[in-house]
């Protein structure tokens, strides 16, 4: 039987950081549900170390870490790349929008939300849903669907205050704003570069502290708005321990900051504003700034208010791929399944990293995507916002269905001649092939033909065997070939590869492995993935090494084959539909981001592998990984065997 999860949702991030002390670093795979959360601040301010700056903004340096399985998560610029793919998920509904009025698509079913406007309580909940019987892929049923609706949170009275005099730049000058003692919203006109550490003083950076009482359930709104073309602001909400529990940067419009969080803990926070791209190395020194940057005058607005949600029912069939986004006031999007679990909420819009060929729907403030997997009543809710609100919801049977042939996986381990750009590479390169690391895993060319049947094996199991005893999908089929006994099928309809070899130099990529896209329903059956083998076959001192696994008791072709198996996996699930999973929960899974090797791994409790208590990773139910901007529940096994029908 398969494990359900239930998840119990206390709020959403724009994009999650993990802090070692008070150290604001750089976005970290742990994420405040890691094993660092909650850290206890020792006495006295600390060194911090210094925030690594993007090179430009919206243009990200390294891996896309949402598609990459990379060695050290932690040097990832989510921040950068949250933006880039916003702007890709825009071209892309621009180009869908221009190709629906030259196909003369028909309009989509139009709905508008029953709840009157001014109030909530009318269908907050999918208990409440308002039913949309219409919207369906059945013949009978329309599969396009548009919602006008109107959010409507709590209005509280703001008090407006005059600014705390400088200097504010640290925890313990924070401003007070009697937020949580009374309810009583807080604004106030400010400057980011008045202080004495702006660019006019020491340079080391200005920033404006300001403290408030969280109690759990409540949400607070933080927003920051400039005169245009003055400050680039960004604001974090930081807990009693500095660890940041919410962030935002360019939602409230051009490049003002709007920041809405859920506390899931009373307590003392404090929201940071701060200019694009200077952070405090120390929260409780207000000189330790890494140096200024944008610097301006702002208005900032904090208030404690009930927020609006609604939700709208759908009827979905096993393996229909539904997909939201939505503009106007909300900016939250998700997707609760008929268990009423929520499976993927979004307060991004990522649709930029789908492929070429998916039909889903992107644009707008979020967007959210779900494959079914039972039949029945799904959900898709929006909230956080206030006012008017458009939603585009549309749903599409999985790529392949009806199609011939079946989907082709080639495991491609004689080293290739690639184009790396459709992975953000520097352009066509010669990857080294799989034998030509053998050595350094103390292996020999004798070892080759059984290394290769050990991953094979490990590929079959988890992309074929565990999906067929599922029996989810009775219309399941994958066929798994490599280049050892196989002609290279790759060009062909319906093959797609994983290429095992090369490394982070020949490839001119900074990773172990990479797909080529996140497909949800396998819209696009012909796409490419890289496991490079530089980092895995590095010294023992490498934690991402397998070699900092092994030893003399170790079976080393049985334990390569099934970590390079696994890492196969992972990568090929991307392109079979699946994002990335919390890596340092209790529950390992094939799509766990990086950082957690053991688990990907499969090492046993006694940390060596190839031994007899290695464990088993599969597809299956986890958390969506929380560095990445995504909350609720994925089902990584049935997103994959959907995607792959005959």
């Known amino acids: 039987m398969r494990r359900r999860i239930t998840l119990v949702t206390v709020g959403t991030l724009a994009i999650t950081l993990m802090t070692t002390n008070t150290a604001m670093a750089q976005p970290d795979p742990a994420g405040p549900s890691g094993p660092t959360a909650g850290p206890s601040r020792s006495a006295g301010p600390a060194a911090l170390p210094t925030i690594t700056k993007p090179t430009a903004k919206g243009t990200p340096a390294g891996a ?6 990379l060695p050290d998560p932690t040097k990832a610029d989510h921040v950068a790349w949250r933006h880039w793919l916003a702007a890709k998920g825009e071209q892309r509904a621009d180009l869908k929008a221009r190709q629906r009025v030259t196909a003369a698509a028909p309009a989509p079913l139009l709905v508008d939300e029953e709840e009157p406007a001014g109030i909530r309580g009318g269908n907050d909940t999918p208990a409440t849903a308002q039913r949309v019987a219409a919207f369906g892929t059945a013949a009978d049923r329309t599969s396009r669907l548009r919602v006008l609706g109107e959010l409507s949170p709590e209005q509280v009275v703001v008090d407006t205050v005059a600014p705390n005099p400088e200097d504010d730049g640290s925890i313990p000058l924070a401003s ?28 080391s950076g200005d920033f404006d502290f300001y403290q408030l009482t969280g109690t759990a359930g409540e949400t607070v709104t933080i927003d920051i708005k400039t005169p245009p073309g003055t400050l680039d602001p960004l604001v974090l909400l930081l807990d009693e321990a500095g660890g940041v529990v919410a962030f935002n940067d360019d939602s409230g419009g051009g490049t003002d900051s709007h920041l809405l969080h859920t506390f899931a803990e009373d307590g003392t926070y404090h929201a940071l504003v701060a200019g694009y791209y200077s952070l405090p190395e120390d929260l409780y020194d207000s000189g330790s700034g890494s140096g200024a940057a944008s610097e301006g005058p702002y208005d900032v607005t904090i208030q404690l208010a009930d927020q609006d949600t609604d939700f709208f029912a759908v009827r979905l069939r096993p393996g229909d791929v539904l997909g939201a986004s939505v503009k106007g006031s909300a900016t939250r999007v998700t997707i609760y399944d008929t268990d009423r679990r929520e499976v993927h909420g979004s307060e991004q819009d990522a649709s930029g990293i789908y492929s070429a060929n998916s039909p889903l729907p992107g644009g707008g403030n979020a967007v959210t995507e779900h494959v079914a997997d039972q039949a029945g009543w799904h959900y898709v809710g929006v909230t956080n916002g206030d006012g008017n609100y458009d939603i585009t919801v549309e749903a599409y049977r999985p790529g392949l269905e009806g199609q011939k042939p079946s989907q082709t996986l080639f495991l491609d381990f004689d080293g290739a001649r690639l184009n790396t750009a459709i992975f953000g590479g520097p352009g066509v390169r010669t990857l080294s092939p799989m034998r030509a690391f053998l050595g350094r895993w103390g292996l020999s060319a004798d070892d080759e033909d059984a290394l290769i049947d050990a991953i094979i094996a490990e590929v079959e199991e988890n992309l074929r065997r565990d999906l067929v005893a599922s029996g989810l999908n009775k219309r399941f089929d994958l066929r798994i070939r490599n280049s050892r006994d196989h002609a290279d099928p790759f060009g062909k309809p319906n093959v797609s590869r994983v290429i095992v070899g090369g490394t982070i130099d020949e490839s001119g990529i900074p990773t172990i492995g990479i797909a080529q ?25 490498e934690e991402a090494s397998l070699n900092h696994y092994v030893n003399e008791s170790s079976d080393r072709v049985a334990f390569v084959g099934q970590a390079v198996g696994n890492i196969v996996s992972h990568e090929a699930g991307h392109f079979f539909g699946n994002w990335h999973v919390d890596q340092f929960n209790e529950q390992a899974n094939l799509m766990d981001q990086g950082g957690n090797f053991a688990l990907m791994f499969a090492v046993g409790p006694d940390g060596v592998g190839g031994t007899a208590d290695d464990t088993d990773v599969d597809f299956g139910e986890d958390v969506l990984n929380p560095n990445e901007g995504f909350t609720g529940i994925e089902d990584t096994l049935g997103r994959t065997v959907f995607g792959l029908t005959r």
């Open 176 to 203: 007070e704003t009697g937020i949580g003692t009374t309810r009583d919203g807080y604004r106030t006109s400010a400057a980011i570069g008045d202080g004495p550490h702006g660019s006019a003083g020491s340079g």
């Open 64 to 69: 896309n870490p949402l598609l990459a399985l």
């Open 517 to 541: 896209s996140i497909d949800p329903g396998n819209f696009d059956a012909e796409e490419s993935a890289l496991v490079l083998l530089d980092v895995l076959s590095d010294p023992a001192d």
